[in-house]
């Protein structure tokens, strides 16, 4: 044997992990299968596919123009006025609970159970908290803002703990030289590092919201969903069309703006 | 004039890091600390504006007696000295402007200090500040744009704007390349020329020391072993200063560690 | 920029030196805020006293929940299966799928720009809409069930996947790849052992989190008729039974709770 022969042995033998993992992973597919079905696929599957394609390309010009609340331009900025709201609301509440979830700032006990409540909070969707808003403000875009900011905190929070965490504290020691209050280290050492990071990520959030903000609509709690589900179910497919066009408008629109107000803050 | 006398410093888990230190620095003197890590440089510059202190002496820094001071004394003392970091301690995220006008923060009205609005005369004197140090152009440019040179120079900026009557220098030099290093202390003793400010540095390199400082201290183990002019160095005090003594390596490390827990938030 | 427009004060320094100050556009972005938010408030409806005096309801409704009604369990197994079934097989797909058509809308793989610019815009359009929306229109096309629950996940999956796929390969070390090619290998097999060794860690982690996110949203896609648990979670809240709600929002905190950790440790095992 040479010494070719005996580096070909040496070769790490992963194989079995490799096989194992595939393995596993086919069993779960295949189990997964059975979601897949085309039995309900009718022809009318089809000729609805066709006319909501036919739809987007011939829009109802006069709904995209239409001023008035039962307009697109009004249904969008009422979308995009219950994300705003909501995020603002969620990013103030989420910030007493940053603090408490840090288990470097609390004690250990409290910071896990307000981590637990954070995570319960973030896994109910938000059509279920939609739902019971409605019976606090009745239907409406209140109850929708009321969702948007329960649903921020959650994942606000979290990214705030992150932020804090990665504080450069040295700059704290030479405000100490300087003979700074505690108050005045905060204001002016803190401070302007936190407030483009968190502004960022509320940003963030913010996109995020005005996605979950549409389907909204869908419960009655305002916003550009509930004209798509009447008009769907109406089979009005040019009405259909023109609330999907001003949808993907203005989500685009705001990504990109958001997209690029966020690298000018963390960047400068 | 800063006065020492017999001061000591013992670490909460025990270690000595300063024994029997007696040091007198008059006005406009500029002195540089030297010895190996470890050795107390820091602690001994620490305990002049009392961020650490003594556990034992006393110190007293234009008559008033360091010790006695708390809260307000403590700062209004801290006010009157600058000090200067290794890694610059600038808030990064700011513009270079607004780093030298956290030194005005501690003596302006509430309301202003809350919504940071800072007068005209304030904005002259930072960069007044700043064109000592040479680098007003970058007055609007944020910090964490600027060279490793260029942002001690910031701190150095802030510093003077404090107008303090003593600069502490903590390593000043230790993470800039040779060529700047030389500059900052180019800055260091035009400043303590110009302006008659004591300067006391702690610091690594032995040839800047010579070159730059009129007076030079030697610790080693915690205690003062050598104390004269800067020309009076040769090589015979210098390796009595770094010669390693046997059984001290263990001890670095624990100080090393106590050192942290002094520089949090409180 | 923009702040370039506003007026900048010039400051002249007692020996005679001038600097231009820039403004600080704080004040202007905080008037902004404020407008937005009254602009917000007066759209929205919203009222503090509402809250005040009716946030009680809300609370209601929770004690409701609780306890939980656990008789009901033995009937959500089957639903959630078909929840879980919908995320898996949807993100696996998607996982799939997403991998040639970050290959076509990579630049520094495909070499014609307008392939790239088709490939790219076909992925942002598919990231527009959100899932329920695309379940919805898919409940109209392949009719109500988990089908339509898995089309809008497999649509969402290689949009997401997709998106951060090609701006991976967009960075990558090309050095190898170019040596391949110089060796005659095809583009594929350039790919394949030149580029995937070092985009497979991040492309596993990143099909391991959109599956995490996946199952989060499957769950109220059954609110539009796509299958899964919330088709029960939308009866449930239609008739009022709470107690019944709280059951399936317990089971889907347990599960995605499982789920995350599950996938949190695969994802630290990847890097």
């Keep these: 044997m040479n010494a070719i022969d005996k580096q070909l042995q040496l070769q790490p033998n992963r194989r079995m992990s490799y096989i194992m993992t595939i393995f596993i992973l086919s069993i779960l597919f295949v189990w997964s299968v059975s979601t897949i079905h085309f039995e309900n696929v009718s022809l009318n599957g089809t000729k609805i596919a066709k006319n909501i394609l036919v739809g987007l390309l011939n829009p109802d010009w006069s709904l995209i123009f239409n001023v008035s609340t039962g307009g697109i331009p009004y249904l969008l900025i009422e979308t995009m006025a219950i994300a705003f709201l909501g995020t603002i609301v969620g990013a103030l509440l989420a910030i007493p609970l940053a603090f408490l979830s840090a288990s470097n700032i609390m004690p250990k006990p409290i910071a896990f159970v307000v981590r637990l409540l954070l995570i319960i909070i973030r896994t109910i969707p938000a059509i279920v908290y939609g739902l019971m808003f409605i019976r606090v403000t009745g239907p409406g875009p209140f109850a929708g803002v009321l969702t948007m900011s329960l649903t921020s905190i959650g994942m606000l929070s979290k990214l705030y703990v992150d932020v804090i965490e990665d504080l450069d504290k040295s700059v704290l020691e030479s405000m100490e030289a300087i003979g700074c209050t505690l108050m005045e280290k905060i204001r002016f050492g803190i401070w302007p590092q936190l407030t483009a990071l968190l502004l960022s990520i509320v940003i963030y959030r913010f996109d995020m919201n005005l996605r979950d903000a549409t389907v909204l609509g869908l419960v009655g709690a305002g916003g550009i969903g509930a004209p798509l589900i009447f008009a769907m179910n109406a089979y009005k497919w040019s009405e259909v069309g023109a609330i999907l066009l001003g949808l993907i408008l203005l989500i685009l629109v705001v990504e990109f703006v958001s997209n690029r107000i966020r690298t000018k803050l963390v960047r400068g | ?266 | 920029m923009q702040w370039k427009l506003l007026s900048q004060k010039k400051m002249v320094l007692p020996n005679d030196k001038e600097v231009l100050e820039k403004r600080s556009i704080m004040p202007l972005m905080l008037l902004i805020l404020l407008l937005l938010t009254f602009l917000s408030i007066r759209i929205t409806g919203f009222s503090i006293e509402v809250i005040v005096n009716r946030i009680s309801q809300f609370f209601v409704i929770i004690q409701q929940m609780i306890p939980p009604n656990w008789t009901y369990l033995s009937k959500l197994w089957q639903p959630l299966f078909d929840t879980i079934k919908m995320s898996l097989f949807g993100s696996v797909l998607g996982a799939i799928c997403a991998l040639p058509i970050s290959m076509l809308a990579a630049t520094n793989i495909t070499k014609n720009r307008w392939i790239t610019m088709s490939c790219k815009f076909i992925l942002s359009l598919l990231r527009t809409l959100p899932t329920l929306i695309v379940a919805l229109i898919a409940t109209f096309i392949f009719g109500l069930g988990t089908m339509a629950g898995t089309i809008a996940i497999f649509l969402f999956t290689i949009a997401y996947v997709g998106k951060l796929l090609y701006e991976q390969i967009e960075s990558v070390d090309m050095k190898a790849y170019e040596a391949m090619c110089s060796m005659g290998l095809t583009t594929i097999q350039a790919f394949r052992y030149a580029i995937m060794p070092q985009i497979l860690p991040n492309y596993l982690s990143t099909s391991l989190f959109c599956f995490e996110g996946n199952v989060r949203y499957a769950s109220i896609l059954g609110y539009v008729g796509a299958g899964g648990i919330g088709l029960l979670l939308n009866e449930s809240l239609g008739w009022r039974s709470y107690a019944n709600v709280g059951m399936i929002l317990l089971m889907l905190v347990c599960t995605v709770f499982i789920i995350e950790t599950t996938s949190e440790y695969l994802r630290k095992k990847l890097m």
């Design chain 2, 1 to 266: 004039m800063i006065e020492f006398r017999e001061v000591e410093k013992r670490y909460p888990n025990g270690f000595l890091a300063l024994n029997q230190i007696n040091l007198q620095i008059e006005q406009a003197e500029f002195v540089a600390i030297i010895g190996l890590s470890g050795a107390g440089k820091s602690t001994l510059l620490r305990c002049i504006n009392k961020m650490h202190d003594i556990t034992g002496g006393s110190l007293s820094v234009d008559s008033v007696d360091v010790q006695q001071l708390k809260g307000k004394g403590i700062r209004k003392l801290r006010r009157n000295i600058g000090m200067i970091f290794q890694s610059f301690n600038l808030v990064t995220r700011v513009s270079v402007l607004k780093n030298v006008l956290v030194s005005f923060v501690p003596n302006m009205p509430f309301w202003r200090k809350m919504l940071g609005i800072f007068t005209k005369e304030e904005k002259l004197k930072a960069l007044m500040a700043l064109d000592q140090v040479g680098i007003l152009d970058k007055a609007y440019v944020r910090v964490d744009q600027l060279s490793g040179g260029q942002q001690q120079r910031v701190a150095l900026a802030r510093t003077l704007a404090q107008n303090p009557s003593i600069i502490l220098a903590d390593e000043p030099v230790a993470s800039l390349d040779p060529v700047t290093a030389k500059q900052v202390m180019e800055d260091f003793k035009r400043i303590n020329q110009e302006f008659n400010m004591t300067i006391i540095i702690n610091i690594h390199h032995v040839e800047l020391a010579l070159a730059y400082a009129t007076r030079v201290i030697g610790v080693r183990s915690g205690e003062i072993v050598f104390d004269g002019r800067a020309c009076e160095v040769d090589e015979e005090i210098l390796s009595y200063i770094y010669n390693n003594s046997e059984g001290r390596g263990a001890n670095n490390h624990a100080m090393e560690a106590a050192i942290p827990e002094k520089n949090g938030i409180a």
